[in-house]
């Protein structure tokens, strides 16, 4: 049964830190690419970061550039995603996305920016 597990959301405040992590399980994870995608209340769902198969290589949105680093274990099938510099309006559900053979989402942590 093909899973992906996001997890380490939580309140934060403006500024600070939390490193996301997205676990996968019941398929070949080092031949996906991962994306992570983030949804605020009342938005669309948005690209944030990505990275291929390998990890050799990462894009990011122009709004977390700087801020955020996607990066992969693929000895432990998992995808991170570090968040420095949180802003308010990093607020939103936090989804990550495999792509390769087939195309799986997780269902998503909470990330809440504020005072």
């Known amino acids: 049964q093909v899973q992906l597990v996001e997890s380490g959301g939580g309140l934060v405040q403006p500024g600070g830190s939390l490193r996301l992590s997205c676990a996968a399980s019941g398929f070949t994870f080092s031949s996906y690419a991962m994306r992570w995608y983030r949804q605020a209340p009342g938005k669309e769902r948005e690209l944030v970061a990505a990275?291929?198969?390998?990890?050799?290589?990462?894009n990011y949105a122009d709004s977390v550039k700087g801020r955020f680093t996607i990066s992969r274990d693929n000895a432990k099938n998992t995808v991170y995603l570090q968040m420095n510099s949180l802003k308010p309006e990093d607020t939103a559900v936090y989804y990550c996305?495999?792509?390769?053979?087939?195309?799986?989402w997780g269902k998503g942590t909470l990330v809440t920016v504020s005072s």
């Open positions: 990275i291929t198969s390998t990890g050799g290589n990462t």
């Open positions: 996305r495999a792509f390769g053979a087939m195309v799986y």
